[in-house]
T-cell receptor, first 115, second 114 residues
Framework: DTAVSQTPKYLVTQMGNDKSIKCEQNLGHDTMYWYKQDSKKFLKIMFSYNNKELIINETVPNRFSPKSPDKAHLNLHINSLELGDSAVYFC??????????????FGEGSRLTVL | AQSVTQLGSHVSVSEGALVLLRCNYS??????LFWYVQYPNQGLQLLLK??????LVKGINGFEAEFKKSETSFHLTKPSAHMSDAAEYFC????????????FGDGTTLTVKP
């Protein structure tokens, strides 16, 4: 029973297309995140939602739009895909922002390849 | 503001040898510190964490790390490497007031030679 699950795991698409990645967590956490890991394995936070409210919005192009229909789900929609968007996108969750643990629980990643 | 520096992007050890992965952090407030491991084609999983209390923390798979405030370090060690330890290791820091927003180091690839 996967704690943080993302779909799809692999995504290959053409430049200019629009695509979405979905994430669900069954840990009862209040906060969810999207991280981007590039080809050099650098990991950078993109967005965070706490109880459906956007709380972190790092410098990310407007083509990326997160949506959280409820606190267990966080989706990422990407418009007009560019070559530089090719990366592995990780969903993660944690207890609320002021929890006393701070650890992140990651999904297995969605590898996006833009041709 | 917070940041993490992992010294050495690649570390290679022989099976049975000591593993030492270095991490230095910068934080304007008392930090939470973490080590995560990433196996090929998988997500990151927590190895261990320091929040408060004892500065020597033990994690899974025989790893441990020591928080040294005076040196702003949180190095990861394991007495005897196993082939299965080969992976990417990430050190991360977060501020207690915003525990979920972690800043990650650039990662260290650990290779274990037979």
């Amino acid at each position: 029973d996967t704690a943080v699950s993302q779909t799809p795991k692999y995504l290959v698409t053409q430049m200019g297309n629009d695509k979405s990645i979905k994430c669900e967590q069954n840990l009862g956490h209040d906060t969810m995140y999207w991280y981007k890991q590039d080809s050099k394995k650098f990991l950078k936070i993109m967005f965070s939602y706490n109880n459906k409210e956007l709380i972190i919005n790092e410098t990310v192009p407007n083509r990326f739009s997160p949506k959280s229909p409820d606190k267990a789900h966080l989706n990422l929609h990407i418009n007009s895909l560019e070559l530089g968007d090719s990366a592995v996108y990780f969903c993660a969750s944690s207890h609320g922002p002021r929890s006393n643990t701070g650890e992140l629980f990651f999904g297995e990643g969605s590898r996006l390849t833009v041709l | 503001a917070q940041s993490v520096t992992q010294l050495g992007s690649h570390v290679s050890v022989s099976e049975g040898a000591l593993v030492l992965l270095r991490c230095n952090y910068s934080s304007s407030v008392p930090p939470y510190l973490f080590w995560y491991v990433q196996y090929p084609n998988q997500g990151l999983q927590l190895l261990l964490k320091y929040t408060t209390g004892a500065t020597l923390v033990k994690g899974i798979n025989g790893f441990e790390a020591e928080f040294k405030k005076s040196e702003t370090s949180f190095h990861l060690t394991k007495p005897s490497a196993h082939m299965s330890d080969a992976a990417e290791y990430f050190c991360a820091v977060s501020e207690r007031a915003n525990a979920g927003k972690s800043t990650f180091g650039d990662g260290t690839t650990l290779t274990v030679k037979p």
